[in-house]
């Protein structure tokens, strides 16, 4: 059972050949067996889940079924679940219990999804290998015995769904952490245009970056996923009153009978090294796209190179001051010392990890007064002029196509300096600067047997045709990531 997509299972569920206990009870006993070993969860819900599928099945009884009604999902443990304890993975938030809903599970669970549990993910979704977790890394199910990198941050999110311990999931994306994971682990994971999921509710990282999306073994099925999760919502301020996603389920050909696409190639990224295998994969997906009659131009984004610097300052700069709320007064951690200011110091020290305090100390640094000009102010330049690129080089071509990384998952113990994990993010950055949707679908798996991801990037709401072209890429790539096989059994 744990074989079917979302579009399968809901087929299955309407004309009541399965009940969504059932497929629920088949994701609780893949939890069961696999859980531990994937690390894939940080807190499971299992009553919840049974719950929550009992009352999807009254519902299919009753004829008033929901859009995703008994589809068992992970939810990455950056988005507050009400009385379900949500952690950002960090020992700061290890014991927080929420009382109340981010805006995206909530329209999930108005979409009548069932909710196994809370994903693992980098510390406060800061990371690329989801190693940064205070409960430890989660583990790509590709090849287990390996113990290779689910990527990150949305680590926990990817191992659940390609390990077969939930359906589909959600991630959320301020540099690449939807995007990344997924191509490590063969799956569709799908950073939208900001403003088109609320961010309310969900822990944040990097506001004016950070970006809730889906994470699903199709791109049907992610549709579906973002159909639910998006809209506008006036609790946050950054929504957009456009914000509006609808499918059915079935993303529609771009191409194909007299069609005609432009599919922009960034220049700049030709100069960037990545591997044969990403290389021959990559080429090999863009003669099928000009096969089935797409044109393909070169199109030049200037600045993109130069994305990475400017994230790296808008990050943590925006991290430390949203961060700043973790001061043991409120909520969260409190470790006691000699004072309130003792206090403070004390509790955020013992409570961060490593990684989350060096971004604190580089925002704080790139934000004082003798720094915001030099550093602060350049990155925003910078950002500004890579947005500006991207709207002229989508006035040359419709949609644009690049790698989602250089080369296939790493194993967890690989011992990487903070810069060399930072440029793991070279492909994913500069499109969260510019706020601009962007998939990443898997393009074939290397000589080494793991999936490559590539990317489907388009102008701000073309959200509908970057899962269209997409959907060409997964059906001429053609690789198989049913977690049975996945897990060799
Ligand atoms: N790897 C990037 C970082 O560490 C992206 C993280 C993300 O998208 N949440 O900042």
Not at 19 to 32: H, K, N, V
Not at 114 to 135: P, Q, Y
Not at 261 to 270: A, S, T
Request: charged content about 20%.
């Amino acid at each position: 059972m744990i074989n079917l997509t979302i579009k399968e299972a809901l087929e299955k569920l309407k004309n009541r050949s399965i009940s969504a206990t059932e497929l629920t009870r088949a994701y609780l006993e893949r939890i069961e067996k696999y859980g531990s070993a994937l690390n894939c969860y940080i807190t499971t819900t299992p009553e919840r889940a049974l719950k929550d599928a009992a009352e999807s099945d009254e519902r299919y009884k009753n004829g008033n079924s929901l859009p995703l009604d008994g589809m068992p999902i992970a939810m990455k443990d950056l988005f507050a679940t009400r009385g379900i304890r949500t952690t950002a993975a960090s020992r700061m938030l290890e014991n927080f219990v929420p009382h109340y809903e981010s805006t995206v599970s909530q329209n999930l669970i108005n979409a009548g999804t069932v909710l196994l549990g809370k994903a693992n993910l980098d510390e406060f979704a800061m990371g690329t290998f989801s190693k940064t977790s205070f409960f430890g890394a989660p583990v790509n199910p590709w090849q287990i015995e390996k113990h290779l990198t689910a990527g990150g941050s949305s680590g926990g999110s990817t191992s659940s769904v390609a390990g077969g311990l939930a359906i589909a999931a959600t991630g959320t994306d301020t540099g690449g952490s939807i995007r990344f994971p997924s191509a490590m682990t063969g799956l569709v994971g799908m950073k939208p245009t900001y403003g088109l999921c609320s961010r309310w509710g969900c822990i944040a990282f990097a506001s004016s970056l950070d970006t809730p999306g889906p994470i699903a073994r199709t791109v049907d099925d992610a549709a579906l996923m973002l159909s639910a999760m998006a809209g506008h919502d006036d609790k946050d301020s950054t929504s957009s009153p456009e914000a509006h996603f609808d499918s059915d389920g079935n993303v529609q050909p771009i191409l194909g009978d007299g069609k005609k696409l432009k599919v922009g190639i960034i220049k700049e990224f030709n100069s960037v090294k990545i591997s044969d295998d990403m290389k021959n994969l990559f080429e090999k997906r863009i003669a099928d796209l000009k096969s089935m009659g797409a044109e393909i131009v070169e199109v030049s984004i200037p600045n993109i190179l130069d994305a990475l610097a400017a994230y790296y300052i808008i990050a943590p700069a925006e991290a430390s001051s949203n961060l700043a709320r973790y001061d043991g007064m409120r909520y969260g951690l409190r470790v006691e010392g000699d004072g309130p200011y003792d206090t403070y110091k004390k509790t955020r020290a013992a409570g961060f990890g490593e990684e989350v305090q060096r971004r604190m100390l580089i925002g704080t640094a790139v934000l004082s007064s003798e720094s915001y000009e030099v550093y602060f102010m350049q990155a925003a330049r910078v950002r500004r002029m890579i947005s500006d690129s991207f709207k002229t080089a989508f006035e040359q071509c419709d949609l644009i196509v690049c790698p989602a990384s250089a080369g296939t998952a790493m194993p967890l113990d690989s011992d990487l300096t903070p810069l060399e994990y930072y440029a793991l993010d070279l492909f994913t950055v500069a499109m969260n600067l510019a706020g601009v949707p962007a998939v990443s679908v898997p393009c074939g798996l290397a000589q080494n047997g793991l999936p490559l991801g590539m990317q489907v990037v388009g102008p701000r709401f073309a959200d509908m045709r970057v899962l269209q072209l997409a959907k060409h890429i997964e059906t001429s790539a053609n690789i198989d990531n049913r977690p049975t096989t996945i897990m060799g059994e």
